[in-house]
């Protein structure tokens, strides 16, 4: 298991943007929080393959309810990643297991999930 970050990363914008190398690429996550618990996505809006984020940190919308990309502003379920609005309604962003020990929050690449 990789550790992305910790609990305490996400206590100033309930988000957390972290780059990790896999297979000699650099990978954005977006880590995020809200009531239900702690999600992690692959930081590409399935519209146009852009990143989320739109400040550092910060991938929430007005609201604090929904993940909103920085490009054309399209809304996603932050438990599932789906599309709610804007250009790619249905679409879902790419969804990462993770495990929280103990405050430290690691990617979950076990083959088992
Ligand atoms: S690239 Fe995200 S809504 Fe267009």
Not at 49 to 67: A, H, I, V
Not at 76 to 84: A, E, Y
Request: glycine share 8%; hydrophobic share 35%; aromatic share 8%.
């Amino acid at each position: 298991m990789l550790l992305l970050c910790r609990t305490s990363d996400l206590d100033k914008t309930s988000a957390k943007s972290v780059t990790i190398q896999h297979q000699g690429r650099s990978v954005d996550i977006a880590v995020v929080r809200n009531h239900k618990g702690i999600y992690a996505y692959l930081d590409v809006c399935p519209h146009a393959g852009t990143p989320l984020e739109w400040q550092q940190d910060r991938f929430f919308d007005e609201s604090g309810t929904y993940l909103m990309c920085a490009t054309h502003g399209a809304q996603f379920n932050v438990h599932d990643g789906l599309c709610i609005s804007g250009p790619c309604v249905g679409d879902s962003l790419t969804r990462l297991l993770l495990r929280v020990i103990d405050g430290e929050i690691f990617l979950n690449n076990d083959s088992e999930g």
